[in-house]
Structure formats: C-alpha cells, structure tokens
C-alpha cells in the first residue's frame, strides 16, 4: 500500500508518474521506501521536482535501493566515483543517449535502473523520454509472442563504447578497451520483481538473435523496434533544476533528445545492480 502522503500523478498511460510529497534529501523511511519501489514497478519511471542533493545525499538514496554501479563509460563526478556526468557543452553538437536503449542490457546482470537528477537544464528542450515494455509485449499478438517465447538475444557494447565506436574525443566518454561485454538474454523477460512479462531487446545495444546471424535477425528486430516506439507506449518528461528521474532498465527504454544547441544540460546520473534476468 502507498502511504497517504505520497501523491501519485501518472504522465501517460502507459509509463511513468510523478511524485509528490516527497523530500529525497531526508532520511526516508522504509514505509517511503517501499512506496516509490511499488510506484517504480507500476509505472516504469517515478519523477520528482523541486529536490535539492547534494552528491552525498544522492549516493544516500541510491543506497537505499540497491548496490551502486560504477560506470566504466562515463567520465565520473570530480570526487564521486559513484556518480557519472552526463554532460552537453553549449558548443556540442551530439548528446548522450540519443537513441532509443536500456541501460547495461550489454552485461551479464543488467543495472535494475538509473536514477538521474538534474544540475543544469537548458532553457528549453532537453526532455527525455520512456517507453514501456510492458506495454509493449502486451500489445503484441498471440503469434509473435508465441515466437518470441522461445528466443534469446546477444546484446554488447563494443560497437557502442569500443575503440572503433565513434567519438567526439571531448573526454566525456572513454576507457574504449574495457567495451568487451557481451550478453545473452530472453527476448520476453519476467521482471524479477514484478513478475510481468516485458520485451527486452533495444536498438542501442541488441546485436542478434542467439544462433541467429545479424542479417536474418534484422527484419524481426526492427519489427518489434518500430512496434516499442509506438507513441501510446510513451512519455516525455520536461527536466527543470532540481528534477529527478528514477527508471527501470528491466521495464523501459529511454531517449534524450538532442534539441537544445548553444545551450548546457549537466546531469548526474547514479546507476544501480541488478539481478539475472529470466
């Protein structure tokens, strides 16, 4: 049960809410807790405004959810391993996370999620936006998921983060050599938590089909992408200082959109372990 101080105000059907009545920088209690975990298992993404963390406080709050995961990409928060920069510099032209993807799919163990709070928005654009994969999977036909029943998936991260992946050479990515991760995992996963099926493959990071070769899995990936961006499975979330996004790599896919040139966008971006994905 959600505790009666906590107002839920859901942004689309299908994923994603917001939060109120909530100070992340306190120390919260287990009955707090657990009402943004089921809240996180219910809509895929819980938003919050008008918070004010420092690094450790940040830290503190992923804590209570789970073990934090260093990224090995990301150029790290000066003094906080813990915490990844995600930055856009007025004079860049390219963001990260451009495209539609789910977090660490390329590991063994795949983060349960990220939790993203905002330091510098531009004044205007910048959103990000979520899409449910339970949604999804649901959506589709009896046929296709009888077939993706029986498939798995190689997702990686060379071609992403690797030394022959495309860089701006602006230091905001980097240690190219450790991108040797490959994974397989269930094209149609039940959530550890929730127990729900959703689809999990994403363009970012999904190569092919286990047994597959990448050009006879093309086809039927690029299906179910354009079936996953369809815009009743979605949200868009508008950051302003102080907003906080806390999604589920299990559940959803996310993009930021890159439509704010000349201007700063300085994120900080905690990602937290997961488990085995089934």
Known sequence: M???AIEIRPSAGA????????????????????????????????????QRLSEARHIALAERFGTININRFFRAVEGWPQIAEVRKEPEQ???IGGGWHTDHSYDQIPALGSILYAREVPAFGGDTMFA????????????MKHTLGGLRAVHSSRHV???TAQRDGDGRLGNADAATQDAVHPVVIAHPETGRKALYVNPGFTIHFEG???EESRGL??????????PEFSCRFTWRDGSLAFWDNR????????????????????????????
Not at 17 to 44: K, N, V
Not at 221 to 230: G, P, Q, S
Not at 251 to 269: C, E, I, K, P
């Open 2 to 4: 959600i505790s009666n």
């Open 15 to 50: 994923v994603g809410a917001e939060l109120h009545g909530i100070d992340l920088a306190q120390d919260l209690s287990g009955e707090t807790i657990a009402a943004i975990r089921a809240a996180l298992g219910q809509w895929g993404v819980v938003f919050f405004r008008d």
């Open 93 to 95: 032209t390219k963001n």
């Open 132 to 143: 449910s994969m339970y949604a999804a999977y649901d959506a589709l036909s009896d046929g």
């Open 161 to 163: 983060f690797g030394p």
């Open 212 to 214: 597959w070769t990448a």
């Open 221 to 230: 990936l690029e299906t179910l992408y354009r079936h996953a961006m369809r």
């Open 251 to 278: 559940s959803t896919w996310h993009l930021a959109v890159n439509d704010y040139h000349g201007q700063r966008r300085l994120m900080h971006r905690i990602t937290l372990e997961g488990v085995a994905l089934h």
